[in-house]
T-cell receptor, first 117, second 111 residues
Framework: GAGVSQSPSNKVTEKGKDVELRCDPI?????LYWYRQRLGQGLEFLIY????????KSGLPSDRFSAERTGESVSTLTIQRTQQEDSAVYLC???????????????FGEGSRLTVL | LAKTTQPISMDSYEGQEVNITCSHN???????ITWYQQFPSQGPRFIIQ???TKVTNEVASLFIPADRKSSTLSLPRVSLSDTAVYYC????????????FGAGTRLAVHP
């Protein structure tokens, strides 16, 4: 597709369950970012990928959170043993980083809304 | 990493010019300043980017003083559809980096 696609758009789960959130970036975009946004709050940085590598995982809130990216394309954010405090919208963005004349603009998906009961 | 500070909220009326200022005192030499707009239930979208002086596009202007410790997003003649949250982002241009958004400014435009 032309834009960043995220799935599921909505996920309701029970406390203690694991969830996987998927992000399909714009084709050819080498950088991929995950953010969390709680209701009425700003964007909280979680992790970013250069290709398939994540140089800095310090933004992940706890060891229950993990993310991977394969084929310099799809990324999955996994939350294990979900807690009510994990309820938020999880936003993915991709960007084209190269030596050319581009702004490094972040293109965001519509987000995955997670509700933990 | 440069930390940004913006007003939490602003109010304006249709047809007025709105200026939102962002402080980034520890901006690094290679950092660019980018502004994003976010509507409810949507991801943020790029508005404008600059390094120094003034940048203008079809929707906004960005003013950056010589010391680059702040920047001002200017929205000319706002309409109700400009009601949104505006984020200032400071980061390294042309390279991978950890991009930290500030809390954003919630702009409400009234009839």
């Amino acid at each position: 597709g032309a834009g960043v696609s995220q799935s599921p758009s909505n996920k309701v789960t029970e406390k203690g369950k694991d969830v996987e959130l998927r992000c399909d970036p714009i084709s050819g975009h080498t950088a991929l970012y995950w953010y969390r946004q709680r209701l009425g709050q700003g964007l909280e940085f979680l992790i970013y990928f250069q290709g398939n590598s994540a140089p800095d995982k310090s933004g992940l809130p706890s060891d229950r959170f993990s993310a991977e990216r394969t084929g310099e394309s799809v990324s999955t954010l996994t939350i294990q043993r979900t807690q009510q405090e994990d309820s938020a919208v999880y936003l993915c963005a991709s960007s084209l980083w190269d030596q050319g004349d581009n702004t490094g603009e972040l293109f965001f998906g519509e987000g995955s809304r997670l509700t933990v009961l | 990493l440069a930390k940004t500070t913006q007003p939490i909220s602003m109010d304006s009326y249709e047809g007025q010019e709105v200026n939102i200022t962002c402080s980034h005192n520890n901006i690094a030499t290679n950092d660019y300043i980018t502004w994003y707009q976010q509507f409810p239930s949507q991801g943020p979208r790029f508005i404008i980017q600059g390094y120094k002086t003034k940048v203008t596009n079809e929707v906004a202007s960005l003013f950056i003083p010589a010391d680059r410790k702040s920047s001002t997003l200017s929205l000319p003649r706002v309409s109700l559809s400009d009601t949104a949250v505006y984020y200032c982002l400071v980061g390294l241009y042309g390279g991978y980096n950890k991009l930290i958004f500030g809390a954003g400014t919630r702009l409400a435009v009234h009839p």
